[in-house]
Structure formats: C-alpha cells, structure tokens
C-alpha cells in the first residue's frame, strides 16, 4: 500500500484531566491509483485524519507508512523532507499567493524540495496543461475563477511527484458544476498518474468519482460504503 494508516489513535487534552479522543484505533490502505473518500460530520476527526497522514501531528499509538517509508521514527525534520517530496496536499482554500502567476505558484513549491531549476518551469506548464490551464499559466489568482484557483492548488500539489495526494473539501467554495470538475479532475489525475489519494468532503452529490467512501463518526473510520452517508 502506497499510504498506511495502522491502528492510529490521537487524543488531545480537553480540560485539566481528561482527554478527547480525536481518531480511535483507525487503519485505512490506500493504494497507488485509488481515490478514497472520507464523509462524516464536523468533529468526526476527518481533519485529524488528514494531518496524521500528512505526518504534521504524530499520533499517541498507530503506525502511518507513505510510500514504503514508516514514519514514527523519522525525526521532525525527516518527516518535511517526506513531505515535500512524497506528500501533495490540496487544502481547503488555495491560498496562493497574490503576486505569483499561476506557473510561479507551482515553481515555488519545486524550488522548495530542491528540483534542478532546468525542469522546473517546463514540469510546472505540462501540469498546468494536465489540469486545463495551458492558456493561464502567466495570469495571476485575482485574474482566475474559484475553480480555476483550485485547479491551481491540486495542480501545485502535484509539482513534485507525490506518492500521496491529501485533499481537504475541495468543492467547499465551489458552486454544484464546477466543484463536479474539480472532483472529476482528481479522479483523473490520481488514477493517471498513480497516486494515492485521500478526500475529504461533505460533497456527498459527486462520490461517484471514488473508489471506496468511508465514514468517520466520533474518531471512528467506519467500513466502506456504496451510499457514503
């Protein structure tokens, strides 16, 4: 499995004694080329999911494999060179920065994970072309649709060849059609290029687009699921 999650707990301290038990004993494998989708209500620990994975919170018990490296023993600074160069992650809003064009966004992440800078602009055109914007790769976000920015930030987590994609309600400020392309993209993407990707959404109308939807309720990664909800 290209992404391993095993029996993972995570708790936070919720008042002077107790704690609140965020992810309860949770195992998921998500293979290279598979979409999984996580649904459940707010709380239900589909947030901490995402951040154990993207090894950003070390869990209290568990074991999390990324592309056959387990990383409880790597050190912090370990785990971000994982990061930039296994890990894509798609977040929520894009948030890209405001004086970068399109191309430029892409290029950073590169230039952060040390890619030879000879590749990096023609690597940042072709995934830009992969995604539908071929023709806005010099415009900047102010000059981009909600959903083009959003193409922007799956394409920018795509930059340098990540084993695993994280995505974090993608659709969230996007009307019915354009968030259905966005999922219909990450669909394709994941599957042409051989990721494994784990989504997060409450866009239950489009899950047609996964290969397995599970539920998360109270920390809890219920079985897979046809209906989803």
Known sequence: MTLALQDVTLTYPD??????????AVTLEVGAGELAA???????GKSSLLAVAATLVTP???G?????????PLSRADKARLR???????????NLLASLTAAEQLQVMAHLSGRPPRSVRSRA???????????????????????????VNIARALMNEPAV???DEPTSALDHERGAAVLDLLAELTRGRGVATVLVTH????????????????????APSTSGV
């Open 60 to 62: 209290d018990s568990g």
């Open 203 to 222: 866009d239950v109308a489009h899950l047609g687009v996964a290969d397995r939807v599970l539920r998360m309720e109270d920390g809890r990664l219920g």
């Open 15 to 24: 008042g002077d004694a107790s704690r609140l038990t965020a992810l309860d």
């Open 165 to 167: 994609m994280l995505v």
């Open 38 to 44: 996580v649904v459940g209500p707010s709380g239900s």
């Open 64 to 72: 999390v494999v990324v592309d056959g490296t387990p990383t409880g």
């Open 84 to 94: 930039r160069g296994r890990i894509g992650i798609v977040f929520q809003q894009p």
């Open 125 to 151: 055109l072709e995934l830009l072309d992969a995604v539908g914007l071929a023709d806005k790769a010099d415009r900047r976000p102010h000059q981009l649709s909600g959903g083009q920015r959003q193409r």
